[in-house]
């Protein structure tokens, strides 16, 4: 089970660090991402991470501005997001790969476990 948090209301240029704590499962088993889905869009992947944690990577548009990490000893993924804009207003989820994915993909399909999602509202 996968529980996001964090997200809020705030001013263009504003930050936020959203949080997704996993419980049932051996947390450092799972290649971990952030996908958002804005109001009339598609999902989209945002950020990923490697099981060790060695190893991240983010879409282009978020590049500089979204730093995404986890601590495995608290079964806990963050995405720290600085000088929001208004085009990162969505829902944030947090996904865990499937075990037998290639580390890096970015398929949601592939995905086996999904948080709730957080609402990230970033107003002008």
């Known amino acids: 089970q996968l529980q996001a948090s964090g997200g809020g209301l705030v001013q263009a240029g504003d930050s936020l660090r959203l949080s997704c704590v996993a419980s049932g499962r051996t947390f450092s088993h799972y290649d971990m991402a952030w996908f958002r889905q804005a109001l009339g869009k598609e999902r989209e992947f945002v950020a990923d991470i490697s099981r060790s944690g060695g190893s991240t990577s983010v879409i282009d548009s978020v590049k500089g501005r979204f730093t995404v990490s986890r601590d495995n000893a608290k079964n806990t993924m963050y995405l720290q997001m600085i000088s929001l804009k208004p085009e990162d207003t969505a829902v944030y989820y947090c996904?865990?790969?499937?075990?037998?994915?290639?580390?890096?993909?970015?398929?949601?399909?592939?995905?086996?476990?999904w948080g709730q999602g957080t609402l990230v509202t970033v107003s002008s």
């Open positions: 996904a865990a790969l499937n075990r037998y994915r290639i580390s890096g993909t970015r398929d949601q399909r592939a995905f086996d476990y």
